[in-house]
């Protein structure tokens, strides 16, 4: 148990809809980090969070925000959701926001458009 | 976001083998992780790298960051069946971390 949380495990939707999961980092860590793996594109970093501060923006799409709120956890909202956003989205933590400190990543959240 | 190549894809290995398996980058890394994830479950963190020319040890699992910054290798040793699953290196710059495709290990009792 890495000590991330994230609901819900399982999420299905049709297309058009809009959704949010939920992150709850480790305990002490400010930095929360958002990813989505899917079987054709991999392990994908969208965003991270540090301290409720957008620190750095990967390949997130402008239909999906996300944000930190001020105990720490960390919302993804997915709207007008397409096929293509089916997949598994991680929520990691790290103690702070340096490049180099480890992250640990929660159980994850299976997304599914119909 | 980088690329980093990761090879074997995929490998079958008999219990009590060693395994090898390694990443490489056309950039320069900070820092070198590996996960494994099994499936339905998030990544866990196995090794962390943060300095050129580091190994290090965690158990059956050394890891070592390359002199370059650009590529890091990952041995199993003695493998059993509870080694199963996919491993992931993952290289971290400018707070972003990117990760390879994977290998997938099987382990034939």
């Known amino acids: 148990d890495s000590g991330v949380t994230q609901t819900p495990k399982h999420l299905i939707t049709a297309t058009g809809q809009r959704v949010t999961l939920r992150c709850s980092p480790r305990?002490?860590?400010?930095?929360v980090y958002w990813y989505q793996q899917s079987l054709d594109q991999g392990l994908q970093f969208l965003i991270q969070?540090?301290?409720?501060?957008?620190?750095a923006k990967g390949n997130i799409l402008e239909r999906f925000s996300a944000q930190q709120f001020p105990d720490l956890h960390s919302e993804l909202n997915l709207s007008s959701l397409e096929l293509g956003d089916s997949a598994l989205y991680f929520c990691?933590?790290?103690?702070?926001?340096?490049?180099?400190?480890?992250?640990?990543f929660g159980p994850g959240t299976r997304l599914t458009v119909l | 976001g980088q690329q980093l190549n990761q090879s074997p894809q995929s490998m079958f290995i008999q219990e009590g083998e060693d395994v090898s398996m390694n990443c490489t980058s056309s950039?320069?890394?900070?820092?070198w992780l590996w996960y494994k994830q099994d499936p339905g479950e998030g990544p866990v963190l196995l090794i962390a790298?943060?300095?050129?020319?580091e190994l290090t040890s965690n158990g059956r699992l050394t890891a070592q960051f390359g002199i370059t910054r650009k590529d890091s290798f990952l041995n199993i040793s003695a493998s059993i069946p509870s080694d199963v699953g996919i491993y992931f290196c993952?290289?971290?710059?400018?707070?972003?971390?990117?990760f390879g495709a994977g290998t997938t290990v099987t382990v034939r009792a």
């Open positions: 990691a933590s790290s103690a702070s926001g340096a490049s180099y400190n480890e992250q640990f």
């Open positions: 305990s002490g860590d400010l930095s």
């Open positions: 969070y540090y301290n409720g501060e957008e620190r």
């Open positions: 950039s320069i890394f900070n820092t």
């Open positions: 790298l943060y300095k050129a020319g």
């Open positions: 993952a290289g971290q710059a400018d707070y972003k971390l990117s």
